[in-house]
């Protein structure tokens, strides 16, 4: 049992560490600099050549502290309310900034714009709104933009017949073939749960356009109960059952690169999965993403609402800064430096996809400039740039909108269940 | 010469007593452990054990997202946990994960443990082999076991004869039945080393008479070895309950919960509501209600087995 108190007193002592502002990570206000606070992983070494040029003209100099690991959220959470938090922080946009500026802790940047239009004007107005919350710009663009697109296997695609299908109808005769061609039609890791949503969230645009999820994120149940959803319901439902996936889906995993795997390994035609996609196979799979690796954007689905050209994923990460920073001046300052010249080309070359309107001219610097460009036109021409169901929700809505994702594909939720569970979702 | 002979041999009463003298003498002196001596222990205890405890007790009452400062609710945070459903069958699921556990691997153990007691060569180095998964964290177990167990690329792939399409994290039953294999796999060796010590400490003279009464291998094991083992087995089966109602890496790493809510056990929804979906309230909520059923399973363990009365088998055999 003393094991079980421990986690008590873990859960206990997460709530001391709060409220007596002794939280970890991140570095105080109060000595003169300004902190950033970034996701710590291998992007880091743009950010600190940003902090390094920042540095060399501003009087305010700047501090990057980096937070490694998954648990990104949970920690900045914790430290957010404190006197240890930065001045500014990343984020992915959407429901995870939400409580922060509920709870009054953020600034909005309305004033930054009005000195410098260019902290709006420089960056792709789709990816900006996602960092909007009640009409007011919290986030400022950095890193790089991830949507979803169809990937393939070009050979087994060949082998079957097959071509990059334009419509929801060649998608499915696309199944029909690979599947009498002896593979998985589309591999999905759906013990991660989080891939499975992707299928979700274009479907849902396709038939019924953004304005349905948008009107389920702002409150409106009934969204999730209309003729629109209804449909999109069944043509997923459709696809599972013309054994699309295959029969154990479930049991795949993304993030143990089990169903890349699949795709590379020419058992599986396509894969539905974010831009990273491309350098997960260039990891994983160097001579399949040079040669077979096939790209599209989501099938069409004639009659929907949705426009062809819309996309969901990640819009992009962000900057906000927080209301209570000491030198509000040299903060504008650093975020100026997100549609320089030097912060775009420095993106591009490990991979990274800014989304500021010179990001053209800079296409050829990058890592793969065929892939960035196609990725580039897709975001600039999208009429709508959906961020992931599980980021635009708040926090506390992912494991359950998770759960209800799996239950329908597997069967243990019918229609009107996955109905009823997207209508308990918390949206506030 | 003579004074050599005048006392008689030493009887076993005589020995007993001499081998208690020390203690005799700590008595004597008036120096035998006091309370003093349990304060270092009982202060860490308290301030971390019981002082978190009654915090989360507090924190159960009140709602907070881990931003600002937390707000009283009242019996909020109760009825919504106490009305949910996913909750109430998390319960029982970690009461049924925690049955298998002790039922999959009592029997594995004592065989494993009396087998291992013996003092062949080849028995010692297998034992080590055995030892091995108690070694690795149940991170690492979990990770392993999660990629061994993947329906494309590992064990099902080769065997479809017995896994069929693989899809053993898809469906509830084969996902808990992964869940209970993994951590039998992990911990049996743990609790064979205590059979082997147990089944060591039996005094060999009982096996030797039994022999003489002619008694088979059989009759041995369950005559001798098995009430022998009784305290051990009880033991066991508490450390065994214990860390069944604690798992949590195991559903962590394997199935997250899944399919669905079907492995959502009682430890991992605390996570879950807690620190993916920062409600502490209910988080702290659920981890009171597992302080609870846990507390209530020992006490029916203590009072089943007689643990509480510190009987002792022994008793005249040496």
């Known amino acids: ?428 | 010469m003579t004074t050599q002979f005048t006392s008689a041999p030493p009887t076993a009463e005589a020995t007993r007593k001499a081998r208690r003298r020390p203690e005799d003498s700590y008595a004597a002196r008036g120096t035998r452990p006091g309370f003093l001596w349990a304060l270092p222990a009982t202060l860490f205890f308290t301030l971390f054990a019981i002082a978190p405890l009654i915090m989360v007790a507090v924190l159960s009452f009140m709602s907070w997202n881990g931003l600002g400062s937390p707000e009283f609710v009242g019996t909020d945070n109760w009825k919504r946990i106490l009305d949910d459903p996913v909750m109430i069958r998390s319960i029982w699921l970690t009461l049924l994960l925690t049955a298998l556990g002790v039922v999959l691997q009592t029997p594995l153990s004592i065989v494993l443990g009396v087998w291992a007691a013996g003092h062949q060569r080849n028995r010692a180095v297998l034992s080590a082999v055995y030892f091995i998964p108690l070694l690795l964290s149940a991170t690492a177990v979990s990770v392993l076991w999660r990629a061994l167990l993947d329906p494309n690329f590992g064990i099902p792939a080769r065997m479809t004869w017995l896994f069929g399409d693989g899809n053993l994290f898809g469906e509830q039953a084969t996902a808990i039945g992964v869940l209970a294999f993994v951590s039998t796999w992990q911990f049996t060796p743990f609790h064979t080393l205590i059979y082997q010590g147990a089944a060591r400490a039996i005094p060999p003279v009982l096996y030797q008479a039994a022999e003489i009464d002619g008694a088979g291998r059989f009759r041995q094991f369950f005559h001798i070895t098995l009430p022998q083992l009784r305290n051990s087995v009880v033991t066991s089966m508490i450390l065994m309950i214990v860390g069944g109602l604690t798992t949590f890496e195991t559903v962590l790493i394997l199935t997250q919960g899944g399919p669905g809510t079907d492995t959502t056990i009682s430890a991992y929804y605390m996570y879950q509501k807690a620190f993916k979906g920062f409600d502490f309230g209910a988080g702290a909520a659920i981890a009171l209600c597992l302080v609870i059923a846990a507390t209530i399973v020992s006490l029916i363990v203590v009072r089943v087995s007689g643990y509480d009365k510190m009987r002792s088998d022994m008793e005249g055999v040496s």
């Open chain 1, 1 to 428: 049992m003393s094991r079980m108190v421990a986690g008590g007193a873990t859960l206990a002592l997460a709530a001391t560490l709060a409220a007596c502002g002794s939280g970890s990570g991140g570095g105080s206000s109060n000595d003169g600099k300004i902190h950033v606070l970034v996701y710590g992983d291998s992007g880091n070494k743009i950010e600190k050549q940003i902090v390094d040029t920042f540095n060399k003209t501003s009087k305010v100099k700047a501090v990057l502290d980096t937070i490694p690991g998954a648990d990104y959220q949970q920690k900045l959470q914790t430290i957010i309310s404190t006197p240890q938090a930065p001045d500014i922080f990343f984020h992915w946009g959407g429901g995870s900034i939400k409580p922060f500026v509920k709870a009054g802790l953020l600034m909005p940047l309305d004033d930054f714009i009005k000195k410098d239009p260019n902290l709006d004007d420089k960056f792709l107005p789709t990816v900006y709104n996602s960092s909007v919350v009640d009409g007011k710009p919290y986030g400022i663009p950095m890193r790089g933009t991830q949507p979803v697109l169809l990937f393939s296997n070009k050979d087994v695609l060949d082998k079957a017949g097959v071509k990059q299908p334009g419509t929801w109808d060649e998608l499915l005769d696309a199944v029909n073939k690979l599947k009498s061609s002896g593979v998985t039609p589309i591999a999905l890791g759906g013990g991660d749960q989080w891939p499975t949503l992707m299928w979700f969230e274009y479907v849902y645009d396709r038939v019924a356009g953004p304005g349905l999820f948008e009107k389920a994120l702002k409150g409106d149940k009934d969204a999730w109960a209309s003729a629109d959803s209804k449909k999109a319901l069944g043509m997923l439902k459709q696809l599972v059952d013309a054994g699309a996936f295959g029969k154990n889906y479930d049991s795949v995993k993304y993030t143990n690169g089990s169903s890349p795997a699949l795709v590379a390994q020419g058992k599986a035609g396509f894969e539905l999965m974010g831009s990273w996609y491309y350098s997960q196979q260039q990891t994983d799979a160097k001579d399949f993403a040079a040669k077979g690796l096939g790209y599209g954007t989501f099938p069409t689905i004639p009659g929907g609402k949705g426009d062809a050209s819309n996309v969901v994923g990640n819009t992009n990460n962000f900057y906000s800064v927080l209301k209570k920073t000491k030198h509000p001046e040299a903060v504008a300052e650093f975020l100026k430096l997100m549609y320089s010249d030097e912060f775009v080309k420095a993106q591009l070359s490990i991979g990274n996809l800014p989304t500021t309107t010179n990001t053209p001219q800079f296409l050829d610097e990058s890592a793969s400039p065929e892939y960035s460009r196609f990725q580039y036109d897709l975001v600039a021409k999208a009429k709508s740039f959906q961020l992931s169901w599980d980021q635009a929700y708040p926090q506390t809505a992912a494991t359950p909108m998770h759960q209800a994702v799996q239950q329908f594909f597997n069967g243990q939720l019918d229609e009107d269940g996955f109905i009823q569970a997207m209508q308990a979702l918390p949206t506030e």
